[in-house]
């Protein structure tokens, strides 16, 4: 990957959701009363975050699991509650801090760590499952893939990640978004068409001798992210 590209980018994510955002995104990631937009978008990542927690096992004892881009750490907790063992990890300490405070503090069998980091230090270890929802959108597709060869080389099981697929309705979705309140606009993201994305995937060296299984969109109002599945082929 082009190294300078991805730290850039991580930069910026960081910031973004550290100074800009953090007080918008802990409403969002909470019940707290939000607008009809970010209910749509609360209501769609809902939907995602179950989605992903549905193509994982239900029993995750004894597993090790990556939440890369955590946030405020919902999925986490749920893998946690399952029985995992979970490293989560975001670049935005202001959102790790959030995440830590809001920890329950009975999660059954399993365990949560909050990291503030980058998704791919060597030091996180080995896993058995990677999560990445929406955290990867932010890069552009060519950084994203190439993030998820990295991740490979450390994952014994599946990968599951998202991103904003390229449609004439995501486009017109954030046209619209920009004659919102700053408040209910969502940060850049990098949409990608899935044939671009598919033909990324089979090109980059770190995901030979992987393959993608299920992938599914959800689209509830001003949410549209799509899910995908890398297993060992």
């Known amino acids: 990957m082009a190294e300078s590209s991805y730290q850039e980018r991580r930069v910026w994510i960081a910031n973004y959701f550290d100074r800009t955002a953090a007080d918008?995104?802990?409403?969002?990631?909470?019940?707290?009363?939000?607008?009809?937009?970010?209910?749509?978008?609360?209501?769609?990542?809902?939907?995602?975050?179950?989605?992903?927690?549905?193509?994982?096992?239900?029993?995750?004892r004894g597993r090790r699991l990556l939440d890369a881009g955590c946030g405020t750490g919902m999925l986490a907790v749920e893998a946690?509650?399952?029985?995992?063992?979970?490293?989560?990890?975001?670049?935005?300490?202001?959102?790790?801090?959030i995440a830590r405070e809001r920890?329950?503090?009975?999660?059954?069998?399993?365990?949560?760590?909050?990291i503030a980091g980058d998704m791919l230090d060597p030091e996180l270890g080995q896993f058995d499952y990677v999560v990445a929802m929406d955290s990867l959108i932010h890069y552009r597709p060519e950084d994203a893939v190439r993030v998820v060869g990295r991740l490979a080389e450390r994952t014994?099981?599946?990968?599951?990640?998202?991103?904003?697929?390229?449609?004439?309705?995501?486009?017109?979705?954030?046209?619209?978004?920009?004659?919102?309140?700053r408040g209910d606009r969502s940060p850049a993201i990098e949409p990608v068409s899935e044939a671009r994305l598919r033909t990324l995937?089979?090109?980059?060296?770190?995901?030979?001798?992987?393959?993608?299984?299920?992938?599914?969109?959800?689209?509830?109002?001003?949410?549209?992210?799509?899910?995908?599945?890398?297993?060992?082929?």
Do not use: C
Not at 45 to 52: A, I, K, N, S, W
Not at 80 to 97: M, N
């Open 24 to 60: 918008a995104w802990a409403r969002l990631t909470s019940d707290a009363k939000v607008s009809r937009v970010r209910q749509t978008v609360r209501a769609g990542r809902d939907e995602m975050r179950g989605t992903l927690l549905s193509w994982l096992p239900e029993d995750l």
């Open 156 to 181: 014994r099981g599946s990968i599951l990640f998202t991103f904003a697929p390229r449609t004439i309705l995501l486009v017109l979705m954030h046209a619209i978004g920009q004659l919102f309140p």
């Open 201 to 233: 995937i089979a090109a980059e060296p770190g995901l030979q001798g992987w393959q993608i299984g299920r992938t599914r969109p959800v689209s509830v109002g001003f949410y549209l992210s799509q899910a995908m599945e890398l297993i060992r082929s």
């Open 103 to 114: 920890l329950p503090s009975n999660l059954g069998p399993g365990s949560v760590v909050f």
């Open 80 to 97: 946690a509650r399952r029985g995992a063992e979970v490293i989560a990890v975001d670049v935005a300490p202001t959102l790790i801090q």
